[in-house]
């Protein structure tokens, strides 16, 4: 019924910068919070960036003042701006969302998680 698909994912230097991006699409009414979580190898999964449908955000302490979350509700696609990367910051990154379907069912949403490289 609804699919998350994020690309633009990579290897980059550490310092580099990089943005990833997931569209949703299906049967959608109303897209509400959306987030970015990445995952390290041996670790839990853990919420990096949040936005609203308002587009207030929240940010993990770790990535405060280097990354940036953003959305175009037009396009149902959220983004995360990475810049000063470092070697920590290496994982998947999976896009969620709180997502409102034409049945009015509300659902949470992965998408399959694209990696992130940081190394010299």
């Known amino acids: 019924q609804v699919q998350l698909v994020e690309s633009g994912g990579g290897l980059v230097q550490p310092g580099g910068s990089l943005t990833v991006s997931c569209v949703a699409s299906g049967r959608i009414r109303n897209i509400y919070n959306m987030a970015w979580y990445r995952q390290a190898p041996g670790k839990q999964r853990e919420l990096v960036a949040l936005i609203t449908r308002g587009s207030d955000t929240n940010y993990d302490d770790s990535v405060k003042g280097r990354f940036t979350i953003s959305r175009d509700n037009a396009k149902n696609t959220v983004y995360l701006q990475m810049s000063s990367l470092k070697s920590e910051d290496t994982g998947v990154y999976y896009c969620?969302?709180?997502?409102?379907?034409?049945?009015?069912?509300?659902?949470?949403?992965w998408g399959q998680g694209t990696q992130v490289t940081v190394s010299s």
């Open positions: 969620h969302a709180v997502i409102e379907l034409w049945d009015k069912v509300l659902n949470n949403y």
